[in-house]
């Protein structure tokens, strides 16, 4: 079919392909010429659009494939001007735990994870058919208890062809686990909330004698990271899952693994002269020597305490070579594996990559213990400090205008963990798991109700006007 018009007769897969190369306001604009290219770019172009306008999102995952092209794209545009305009919904996803512990987070389409001390807390990611439905929810399930009672120290999801429930978790006594979490069968009548106690499997691979502090996961492909540096790497396909191991003779903190990349990747966070270093990964084994090193902006040497990947609409482009690091001096440093911009090293070793943007808040020189990149457009750097619930921002197109802000209840604890999705940000302190929504439809019962708490549960929380998100403090980092 041809399109006619006025000095004007475009077949209709010419106008497809324009499309392909249209941004959102000459979508609009051209949906306005006549019925049928309206129906064209309903048809066509917002899937387009979409598909060159990535917004990753586990939670909105099932969701997004029942709303229409159309709705994605209102969806994405609401939240992305709330990110602009720095506007949510706070919401603490449960009272204050009776004990201060170190959690971690992990976030698949269907589950959300928080694991505290030997309890793993799990939060059910409801599905919404209809954008006019509102937000998908979040409600929690119950909690898994292992019976031996060991802390955990680190969970990743990893893959499995029947089940999103699948995890490896890390404990204190060196040992790394595969656990499926089952669904809970039924609801208890006495309403109160449901638990599990489940035993440990034969453990993957090799067992540490120190904390696993990492636990990474990319293609078939787990990574380890002990506290004392011995990493591991793990081919979860293969019936021995071990592939290799090496030391990095210091104390670690962080580890990532990149699989996708031209050149497959690890990189590890330590305290030591060269606290962020990346190695080769091979079919058969993990390179023991660095083929980078990757340089601070100071010139003291510091720690590195979380690796990430790169926002995916970055001025550099969606590159796997780019990564992202929090370090102990405040700073969150973004390198680019393939630029040569370097430092002097020292002989016999590759010498140093500088960071090609560096974000600080200068009100906070605070350790970075957390760090994870999404948000609005795509384009956002999150970070979690070591003091008072703080978590700062970064649009990578503006830089110099971050701003942070305290998680609901202003606990006095660190951000242990950090997952930034294209509307939601989740995170977890000491006393409690917590989520920023920047998204449209959030209503009171998008996320689990927190009834009234006793004085054994002292919460200092306050609703906002509202009534949905809760009261929290927010400052830009601008000195003017």
């Given amino acids: 079919m041809t399109v006619e018009a006025a000095g004007l007769i475009l077949p209709s897969d010419v106008l497809i392909i324009i499309m392909a190369n249209l941004d959102m306001e000459d979508l609009i604009n051209l949906s306005y010429t006549c019925k049928f290219v309206n129906l064209l770019v309903h048809e066509f172009g917002w899937s387009l659009y979409l598909k060159y306008n990535i917004r990753p999102s586990f939670t909105l995952q ?148 120190d904390i696993i502090e990492s636990l990474t996961c990319s293609d078939n492909m787990l990574l380890s990271l ?79 305490y979380d690796i990430t990947d790169a926002p995916p609409s970055a001025p550099w482009g969606s590159s796997k070579q780019v990564i992202v690091s929090g370090w102990y001096d405040g700073a969150v440093q973004v390198h680019d594996l393939r630029s040569g911009w370097r430092g002097t090293g020292v002989t016999g070793t590759p010498a140093p990559l500088r960071p090609m943007l560096t974000f600080r808040d200068p009100w906070s020189d605070e350790p970075i213990y957390s760090v994870s990149c999404g948000g609005g457009s795509s384009s956002v750097v999150g970070a979690g400090t070591a003091r008072h619930s703080v978590v700062a921002f970064w649009d990578v197109r503006r830089p110099t205008e971050g701003w942070s ?53 002292h919460d200092s929380l306050k609703l906002n006007k509202n009534g949905v998100g809760y009261c929290v403090t927010q400052y830009n980092h601008s000195r003017m």
């Fill in 226 to 304: 002990s506290s004392f540096g011995t990493a591991g790497l793990c081919n979860l396909s293969s019936d021995s899952p071990l592939v290799s191991a090496i030391n990095l003779d210091c104390r670690s903190w962080s580890s990532f693994i990149c699989m996708k990349s031209s050149t497959p990747f690890t990189a590890f966070g330590t305290t030591s002269p060269n606290p962020l270093v990346v190695h080769a990964v091979t079919p058969s084994s993990l390179s023991p020597a660095p083929f980078a090193i990757l340089h601070s902006t100071r010139e003291r040497s510091t720690a590195v």
């Fill in 405 to 457: 802000v305290h998680a609901p209840g202003n606990d006095s604890s660190p951000v242990y963990s950090l997952v930034l999705e294209s509307s939601r940000v989740f995170g977890v302190t000491q006393s409690r798991p917590f989520v920023f929504d920047f998204g449209p439809g959030v209503t009171k019962d998008t996320y689990p109700f927190l009834p009234p708490s006793t004085r054994s549960q």
């Fill in 62 to 209: 099932l969701a997004r494939r029942s709303w229409s092209s159309f709705d994605q794209v209102r969806y994405d545009v609401a939240s992305d001007r709330c990110w602009a305009q720095a506007k949510f919904n706070a919401r603490p996803l449960s009272h204050p735990w009776r004990n201060k512990y170190q959690p971690k987070i992990a976030l698949s389409a269907s589950v959300l994870l928080v694991a505290a001390n030997y309890t793993i807390y799990a939060y059910h990611i409801n599905h919404s058919s209809s954008l006019d439905d509102g937000a998908p929810g979040v409600s929690y399930e119950g909690s898994y208890s292992f019976t031996d009672r060991p802390a955990i120290t680190s969970i990743t999801f990893i893959p499995d062809r029947h089940s999103e429930r699948t995890v490896a978790v890390g404990f204190e006594d060196g040992r790394i686990h595969r656990v499926f979490l089952p669904h809970f069968q039924q609801e208890q009548s006495n309403n109160k909330p449901l638990a599990l106690n489940i035993e440990r499997d034969p453990p993957l691979a090799l067992r540490i004698v």
